[in-house]
């Protein structure tokens, strides 16, 4: 047997480790694998579609906006409270509770679409107002609130004097002293009754009745002064 050179030489250790193939999986792993690949990819498209759809399920409706706004300063009462959502509120469970400094005040609260509005009283008092709403949103999920707004202090009303009759011309004559002012109906009446209570009527009967007693007496005296004495006498 020839002699080769290349024979006699000695593989180190290193290059006998780097030539040792690796051992190959078997058709069982294999597919045991591709199992849990296709597993793995159904769970992460699972948990994906659940984070997209838990975000717009999870924002339920709410309050976009109020006139008047949050910590205004107003001149006057107002009257009328309107709440904007970002979608149509249900009529049902909607309430809007309006406290002023005097007490909370008696609002009708009405529903049209997104838009709630508390319509308040005329008379309501300058100072610190509070409103707390409470709403049901579009999917009926309930929603609730509160915010507040400043009055100017509202001046006091003055009471209305009342106009004094103005005096007549007949008035100011009779106050005057003018006689020939006509007296007032209540003297009228009072000169009416005195004259037509018949308060004269005796005295014109006692002066009648004298008259005839004294005729009667000088018709006798002329009688007897013509010769005609009393009856039985010559």
């Known amino acids: ?70 910590g205004a300063e107003l001149t006057a009462p107002p009257v009328q409270i309107v709440l904007t959502y970002s979608a149509d509120i249900l009529d049902a469970g909607t309430e809007v509770v309006v406290r002023t400094p005097l007490g909370d005040a008696q609002a009708v609260v009405t529903v049209d679409g997104p838009e709630v509005t508390a319509t308040l009283p005329s008379d309501l008092p300058g100072g610190r107002y509070e409103v707390v709403w409470r709403a049901v949103s579009s999917d009926g999920h309930p929603i609730q609130g509160t915010f507040g707004f400043q009055v100017a202090e509202q001046p006091t009303p003055s009471p209305t004097p009342t106009q004094a009759s103005e005096p007549t011309a007949t008035d100011t004559a009779a ?55 009393p009856p039985g006498q010559d």
């Open 175 to 229: 106050e005057a002293g003018d006689p020939t002012a006509e007296p007032a109906p209540e003297a009228t009446g009072a000169a009416d009754e005195t004259g037509s209570d018949g308060s004269g009527m005796p005295w014109l009967l006692g002066a009648a009745l004298v008259a005839i007693a004294a005729a009667a007496i000088w018709r006798t005296r002329r009688q007897l002064h013509a010769g005609y004495g």
């Open 1 to 70: 047997m020839p002699n080769n050179p290349l024979s006699n030489r000695t593989v180190p250790v290193s290059a006998r480790a780097a030539v040792v193939r690796r051992p190959v999986l078997g058709p069982r792993v294999t597919a045991a694998l591709a199992v849990l690949l296709a597993l793995a990819a159904t769970l992460l498209g699972a948990a994906t579609l659940t984070v997209a759809t838990a975000g717009p399920a999870g924002a339920h409706d709410r309050l976009e906006s109020s006139d008047p706004p949050a």
